[in-house]
């Protein structure tokens, strides 16, 4: 089996990638999204992301738990490292990174 691959969509706050990516998923060939580990509160925007403390953040970023993380202002972006399970299964995977 081929592995999955990675796709990122990354453009600037407001542009509709969640909305090219919830159209992207909704057709075959299966590609599972990513959510994001974000530290803030569930409340404070519409996207669909696992919120998170600073703290809990900062404790996951140290071991491993991230494929990889960010900084933008006032905020911190995790993917889950988990999303190398489905690549090595040969599922591919979208992930909404931020241009910086």
């Not at 404070?44 to 996951?60: Q, Y």
């Not at 970023?61 to 993917?79: E, H, K, M, S």
């Amino acid at each position: 089996m081929i592995p999955g691959r990675f796709i990122a969509v990354v453009g600037p706050s407001g542009v509709g990638k969640d909305t090219v990516m919830e159209a992207v998923c909704d057709r075959p060939p299966e590609i599972r999204r990513v959510r994001r580990v974000i530290p803030r509160s569930t409340e404070a925007g519409a996207e669909d992301a696992d919120a998170v403390t600073f703290e809990e953040f900062d404790a996951r970023a140290q071991p491993g738990d991230f494929a990889l993380f960010w900084d933008a202002p006032r905020l911190r972006y995790g993917i889950p490292a988990s999303l190398h399970v489905d690549l090595a299964a040969g599922r591919h995977v979208l992930a909404n990174l931020s241009p910086a």
